[in-house]
């Protein structure tokens, strides 16, 4: 069974600091990677997306992604309180446009003032 | 972005009626359309894929007379909660298929809440 495990935290950081979150998936022929990030309540919101092995940067973020360990991760920079969400790693193991994801039970970051 | 637009944003039932949810993509045009459920505290569920103009593929444990899905145009999904009962109060949201920058990814609507008495 295709599975994606996150810690669940919850991951406490104090503001101004460097958050990282992690992620790793079964499926070794995965190709397309994503990051959201959930408000409570709220619906997920699309983050980052990354494919290939390396770093990918916007903004404040940073993902990574290691294909040879199985393993993505997300840092976020100068973290803030209203980064305070539950982050959701993606992962969609056909590729191309099969588009059903796999998402893991998320990790629940904590950005105190 | 793409944006994809979901009403009713929240609706509370009787239980043994039905609730219809409707999912749009705004800006853009959607063959595939997904629709997920989330329990509270849990993580995000594939209830099924949808696809313009044919059937749904419904994942393993769904039951397709009870989750009713339709696709009729590039812009629009629906998802019909038949003969509701309060182990169906969920949040139901759904996404759309796009391509950035050449990549396909999925944008979700902001959810619909039922909550069936």
């Known amino acids: 069974q295709k599975e994606v495990e996150q810690n669940s935290g919850p991951l406490s950081v104090p503001e101004g600091a460097i958050a990282s979150l992690n992620c790793t998936y079964s499926?070794?022929?995965?190709?397309?990677f994503f990051w959201y990030r959930q408000y409570s309540g709220k619906s997920p919101e699309l983050i980052m997306s990354?494919?290939?092995?390396g770093d990918k940067e916007d903004g404040r973020f940073t993902a990574q992604l290691n294909k040879a360990s199985q393993y993505v991760s997300l840092l976020i920079r100068d973290s803030q309180p209203s980064d305070s969400a539950t982050y959701l790693c993606?992962?969609?193991?056909?590729?191309?446009?099969?588009?059903?994801?796999?998402f893991g039970k998320g990790t629940k970051l904590s950005v105190k003032p | 972005g793409a944006v994809v637009s979901q009403h009713p944003s929240w609706v509370i039932c009787k239980s043994g009626t039905s609730v219809k949810i409707e999912c749009r993509s705004l800006?853009?045009?959607?063959?595939?359309m997904f629709w997920y459920r989330q329990f509270p505290k849990q993580s995000l569920m594939l209830m099924a894929t949808?696809?313009?103009?044919?059937?749904?593929?419904?994942e393993q444990g769904v039951e397709k007379d009870k989750f009713l899905i339709n696709h009729a145009s590039l812009t629009l999904s629906t998802l019909t909660v038949t003969s509701a009962h309060p182990e169906d109060s969920s949040f139901y949201i759904c996404?759309?298929?796009?391509?950035?920058?050449?990549?396909?990814?999925?944008?979700f609507g902001p959810g619909t809440r039922l909550l069936v008495l």
């Open positions: 996404s759309a298929r796009d391509y950035l920058q050449g990549e396909e990814t999925q944008y």
């Open positions: 499926d070794r022929g995965s190709q397309s």
């Open positions: 990354i494919y290939s092995n």
């Open positions: 993606a992962v969609n193991p056909n590729g191309g446009s099969q588009g059903n994801l796999i």
């Open positions: 800006d853009f045009q959607a063959t595939t």
């Open positions: 949808s696809n313009e103009g044919s059937k749904a593929t419904y």
